[in-house]
């Protein structure tokens, strides 16, 4: 008997260990789908996703104005390499990693929602 209720006890442990663990994962896939909707209703993002990009147009802004700490010219790259940056990065993250200046020393860079849209383009081409 008492074997039983030591295992009735163990098993109702685990499903409580399992259960707040479930309800954890969950949380946070809410807490992340939230963040994501919410970089989506950001108004220039929401209208930059909307647009048809141009690589040509984007390999273009890419030249005058990320192509100098970006570029590929051996000793001068400041920044890192973006070969597959559209694969680490999401197309909302791209754009805020663009237009945030939040990683010094990399500038503040507001384009057009079209010019942006442009870039992204380019940059998925890499």
């Known amino acids: 008997m008492n074997h039983q209720v030591a295992k009735s006890e ?3 442990s685990s499903q ?3 259960a707040i ?3 954890i994962v969950l949380a946070i896939l809410i807490s992340v789908a939230i963040a994501y909707q919410f970089q989506i209703s950001d108004p220039y993002t ?3 996703l909307s647009l048809s990009g141009d ?8 030249q005058m104005n990320c192509a100098g700490c970006h570029g590929s010219r051996r000793g001068t790259q400041v920044g890192p ?5 559209s694969q680490r990065k999401s197309r909302v993250g791209l754009i805020e990693q663009v237009t945030s200046g939040k990683t010094p020393p990399m500038p503040q860079f507001q ?3 079209q010019a942006m849209a442009d870039l992204l383009s380019y940059l998925e081409s890499l």
Not at 81 to 85: C, G, N, P
């Open 16 to 18: 409580k260990v399992w």
């Open 111 to 113: 384009p057009s929602p």
């Open 55 to 62: 690589p040509i147009r984007g390999h273009a802004i890419f």
């Open 21 to 23: 663990a479930v309800t």
């Open 81 to 85: 390499s973006l070969t597959d940056v």
């Open 10 to 12: 163990v098993t109702s």
């Open 46 to 48: 929401k209208t930059v």
